[in-house]
Structures are given as structure tokens and as C-alpha cells.
């Protein structure tokens, strides 16, 4: 199986074939992250890493600085359209250039830049699969030049609707036909390690692919098509009409929204904000809007398990993965106490999270 639309990644073989074309852009696009003991990072440019030696002919494109609002309370926010542009323009991306985006970090950078380019109407762009780490493992070569693009004219056509705020993904949890999904790490999804953004786990009832599972470790170059169309298909991504994707701050994020329309979703957008504004709003703290862990959502699951598939009688119910990822393994044999009674979850099953729960007319009046 390949990919929907192929020509939103490049391979190292292509590229170094089209190194000399004059309208080609290479633009590397690393952000160093330092973890805050507080939570949350330390952004630190890429720039002199870029300097030190970077592929032949490419410039650098700073999502510490030019590619961000600095006008924001949280970093690597969308810049304002016109400050995007000028940006583009100075870095000589604009009207008949072809970009190729490349990091050092899983393609995640990279993945951010193309979803902003995309964002303002540019669709010549495309990301170089496996990025600084194929192409060096593979002995190509490297340079230390400085960029000499020439200043293009950037015209920007916005498609708003691909980066989102708090509000959308308020509305998408309450319609079935949003998946919000997660692209931090598992242990980070389920608040149980890794950085956190103020308080530890999720937004509550979203899912996880994290972004770090799409590639390969040692080359990161994305895994085959048919893998990754089938972990998107377990998260019900690809069933859904509208896709939501989040992170900490909107970069891990943007690789999962990458990797979705490579694979031909075309109605998915990113959080922008993410965790670094979620978690940090009180009027998200409590209830079905707040933070999930895996410690602290023994008293809220069966609630919000019992509204998502519409129980109506007592038995045994089938439940189709409404938090993603067959998390409902984290609570297997443990007894959840609701109102003075006991919901015992005796079994999980992995492929189809059927969870048979008794005294289900109770919690239905509850509900």
C-alpha cells in the first residue's frame, strides 16, 4: 500500500539528484528542547547546529524567532499571516520554488513547517524523509556555506482552519465525528512520566499515536505506509470526519496532521496551543474537560464510557475504544467505586475494549 499523496515527501536519493536545481529551497527547521524541572521546555534555536555543517546549499528556518508569534504566552504558535510571509520571502520561498524541510529531531520540525506552509496556501513543499540523520547515515555530503536563495515574492492564500483553538476541541469532544488525538508519548498520554505541561496526563477522552512511533529509530524515516495507515485506523482517525491533533506546544502534533494527509485525511487540524494552554486553564481542571491520568480517572471512566456509547439497559456492552489505544487495560481488576456501588472491569479485551459492567442502569440516571 502507498502513500495518498507521495509527493509531500522527498528521499534522500531524490534530493541529492536535485541538489543544483535553482528553484529548490532546502530548509533545515531544528528547535533544540531543553526540559524545563518545572515542566514543559526550553526552546533553543538550531541555527548554530545548522552552521556547524547542514546539507549542501540549505538555509535554516527559525521556529524560535521569524516562524513564531512572539507575541504569544506559549511558544511556536502560528505567526500572524503576514509576519509568515515575509518570513518565507526572505528565505527565498515564494511563487515557482519547490521547498524540501528537513531536522535533526524525527521529522517533527520539519513536519511543523510544512503544516504552516500549508496553512498559508503554499503547497509546493514537501519533507525529506529520514531527514539529517538518513541523509548522514548514508554518507552524503554536508557543508558549512552559508545559504544564498535569492528573496522571493510570497503570496499567501490562508486555510485557518488547520491550526485550531480550545474551542474546537471543546466542540470536537462532544461530536462523534472528532477524533482528538494525542501525539506525545504513551507514558506522557497516560500521566504516568515523561515532560508534563503544569499537570500530568490528557486532554480527557482523546487518543494517542505518539509521534515518535511513526519513524523508524534508527534512520527516522517514516514507517511503511500499510503500518501506519492501520495505527491511525486503530485510533479511529480514519473513520473520523474531523481529526484534532495535539502535543505539548503544537510541533509533535503537527507530525501526526503530516502523516494524515500523507495518508489522504484532508479534514485535520492542529491544536495549535496544546497542553501548554490546556493544562494551564483553570476552567479546564475539573470533569470531562480536564487533564486525565491514569491515577485520577478511576472515578470519572465509567461516566464518560456510559455517555459515549449510549448504554440504555443493564449487561454486558461492547465499547469501542472511546479513549484510544485500548487504555482500558490500566484498569483491569480494579474495582472503581461509583455512587456507594462497585463496577468490577473483570476483562479487557485489547482488540474490541469490551468492558462488561453491572449495575449499568444506575449509572445511566447518573449520567
Same mark, same amino acid.
Given at each position: 500500500m502507498s502513500w495518498t499523496h507521495p509527493?509531500? &515527501?522527498v528521499e534522500t536519493d531524490w534530493l541529492a539528484a536535485n541538489l543544483e536545481d535553482p528553484a529548490?529551497? #532546502?530548509? !533545515?527547521?531544528?528547535t533544540i528542547l531543553h526540559p524545563r524541572p518545572d515542566g514543559g521546555y526550553k526552546a533553543e534555536s538550531g541555527h548554530a547546529t545548522w552552521a556547524a555543517g547542514h546539507i549542501p546549499h540549505s538555509g535554516f528556518a527559525? &521556529?524560535? /524567532?521569524? &516562524?513564531?508569534?512572539?507575541?504569544?504566552a506559549t511558544l511556536y504558535m502560528m505567526p500572524p499571516t503576514d509576519q509568515m510571509a515575509a518570513a518565507m520571502a526572505? &528565505?527565498? #520561498?515564494?511563487?515557482g520554488t519547490r521547498v524540501v524541510l528537513y531536522d535533526r529531531a524525527v521529522n517533527m520540525w520539519a513536519a511543523r513547517v510544512w503544516w504552516m506552509?500549508?496553512?498559508v496556501g503554499f503547497d509546493a513543499a514537501a519533507v525529506l524523509n529520514g531527514g539529517w540523520k538518513k541523509w548522514t547515515l548514508e554518507g552524503r555530503p554536508t557543508s558549512t556555506e552559508p545559504c544564498a536563495y535569492p528573496p522571493a515574492r510570497f503570496v499567501p492564500r490562508p486555510r485557518p482552519e488547520l491550526f485550531v483553538g480550545k474551542n474546537a476541541v471543546l466542540a470536537g469532544l462532544g461530536e462523534r465525528a472528532t477524533c482528538v488525538l494525542n501525539a506525545l508519548s504513551e507514558e506522557q498520554h497516560r500521566g504516568t512520566g515523561g515532560v508534563a505541561y503544569g499537570r500530568s496526563g490528557r486532554i480527557a477522552g482523546s487518543g494517542n499515536v505518539p509521534a515518535r512511533s511513526l519513524v523508524d529509530p534508527a534512520t527516522h524515516a517514516y514507517l %511503511?505506509? /500499510? #503500518? =501506519?495507515r492501520r495505527r491511525f485506523a486503530e485510533s479511529g482517525a480514519l473513520a473520523a470526519g474531523r481529526v484534532i491533533t495535539y502535543c505539548g506546544g503544537g510541533i509533535a502534533a503537527s507530525s501526526d496532521a503530516f502523516v494524515l494527509a500523507l495518508l489522504g485525511h484532508d479534514g485535520v487540524s492542529v491544536y495549535d496551543?496544546? =497542553?501548554?494552554e490546556w493544562a494551564a486553564d483553570p476552567s479546564l481542571a475539573d470533569g470531562p474537560r480536564s487533564l486525565d491520568n491514569l491515577a485520577d480517572r478511576r472515578d470519572r471512566v465509567v461516566d464518560r464510557l456510559v455517555v459515549h456509547a449510549g448504554i440504555q439497559r443493564q449487561g454486558e456492552h461492547p465499547i469501542r475504544r472511546v479513549l484510544g489505544g485500548g487504555? =482500558? %487495560?490500566?484498569?483491569? %481488576? !480494579?474495582?472503581i467505586a461509583v455512587v456507594g456501588m462497585q463496577v468490577q472491569p473483570t476483562k479487557v479485551d485489547p482488540d474490541t475494549d469490551i468492558f462488561p459492567l453491572q449495575g449499568v442502569q444506575n449509572l445511566v440516571s447518573r449520567a
Open positions: 509527493q509531500y &515527501l529548490l529551497r #532546502v530548509l !533545515e527547521c531544528t527559525d &521556529l524560535t /524567532d521569524d &516562524l513564531c508569534d512572539r507575541g504569544a526572505r &528565505l527565498g #520561498v515564494g511563487e506552509l500549508r496553512a %511503511a505506509p /500499510d #503500518v =501506519l496551543a496544546s =497542553l501548554s487504555e =482500558l %487495560a490500566g484498569l483491569e %481488576a !480494579e474495582p
